[in-house]
């Protein structure tokens, strides 16, 4: 066990057991466990091909499929029906990390998913909430071939797709959102808990560079967001500087946010703060962890301005209606 997992153990806010749980859990190093989202493309009533785990999680989702956990007999990426676009694989803690969006108080009228490939967390949120419109974006040009891909497989045809920068963003779309995801790019710990190997995440340069890049995403989210809007963040590190810190410092930087409290997310209230900061852990048996927190910009909603036509000129409905 490297001395930077048994360092980071102790800065987690973990109570000893928790903490041993953890250091076995990173060791293992098979701690992903595996859903399916339905997705549009699915006949009505459908059931996937698949063995699935019935346990109730108050924080999934009616159109979320749990698999059994470490079941190293369902592939569902490899069956036909993946192919047909009826589900989309992803970490269960994708499906934790998006539960806040059952307490928006609305149904949102415009959602930017500011680093959106390869899509599970647009995907879910069209499954929570059911944006009006809804922009998935991406800056990596590889990446944003692959979002597209598996929105236009699923049947999400009412996206439209975007490769602009955060800061692009803040100029172009200012209080254009009332619902912002940003699933930032992290060090990515947990893929440690996965058993994929993934060297210098642990080191300061690592998640002091990722955090810093964070808060750039996250301020100029902010700039996008509409009063009376809301922003979620989530990272699948485990990283307190990626983390906790990263909303700190947004809440004392913007007196006009508040973090909101997620009741069926309270076991995993982070150790770390006072505010709602949920963390997933890999000894939760539910995938390899991460990190959300729902923030709401105070003040009334009001209309939203117009987006600027080029801003959507990509809808996924243009593309080839046949992937293979
Ligand atoms: C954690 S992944 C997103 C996963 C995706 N939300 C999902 O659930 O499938 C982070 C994404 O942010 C993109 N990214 C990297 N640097 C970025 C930056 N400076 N601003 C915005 N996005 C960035 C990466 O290319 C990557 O696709």
């Not at 500011?114 to 974006?137: D, F, T, W, Y």
Request: with cysteine; proline share 10%; net charge neutral.
């Amino acid at each position: 066990m490297s001395s930077q997992i048994l360092k980071l153990a102790g800065k987690l806010g973990l109570s000893p057991d928790q903490e041993k749980d953890f250091l076995e859990a990173m060791q293992a190093g098979n701690r992903s466990r595996s859903a399916l989202v339905i997705t549009p493309k699915a006949p009505e009533d459908y059931v996937p091909p698949v063995p699935s785990d019935a346990v109730p999680r108050s924080w999934s989702h009616p159109r979320v499929i749990v698999l059994p956990e470490r079941d190293a007999v369902a592939k569902p990426g490899s069956l036909p029906d993946y192919g047909q676009g009826f589900y989309y694989p992803l970490d269960l803690s994708s499906v934790w990390e998006t539960a806040p969006l059952a307490h928006l108080p609305f149904r949102p009228e415009r959602c930017l998913d500011m680093c959106a490939s390869p899509g599970g967390k647009s995907i879910l949120a069209q499954a929570r909430v059911a944006p009006r419109e809804h922009i998935a974006n991406e800056v990596h040009p590889r990446r944003l071939g692959i979002l597209r891909h598996n929105l236009l497989r699923c049947g999400f045809l009412n996206l439209y797709t975007q490769r602009l920068r955060p800061d692009q963003w803040a100029e172009q779309a200012p209080g254009c959102f009332d619902l912002i995801l940003a699933d930032a790019p992290c060090s990515g710990q947990s893929l440690l808990a996965k058993g994929i190997p993934n060297p210098g995440c642990f080191h300061a340069a690592a998640t002091g560079g990722n955090a810093k890049r964070q808060r750039g995403i996250l301020l100029a989210a902010l700039q996008c967001l509409v009063p009376g809007g809301f922003l979620l963040y989530t990272t699948c590190t485990y990283a307190p500087e990626e983390n906790e810190r990263n909303v700190l410092y947004l809440l004392k930087r913007h007196p006009e946010l508040e973090t909101v409290s997620v009741p069926e997310l309270e076991p995993f209230h982070s150790g770390l703060t006072e505010e709602a900061c949920y963390r997933l852990m890999p000894f939760h048996g539910a995938g390899a962890g991460g990190f959300t927190c729902l923030l709401h910009k105070k003040g009334e909603k009001p209309p939203l301005p117009p987006l600027a036509d080029e801003l959507l000129a990509w809808p996924i409905h243009t593309m080839n209606s046949q992937v293979s």
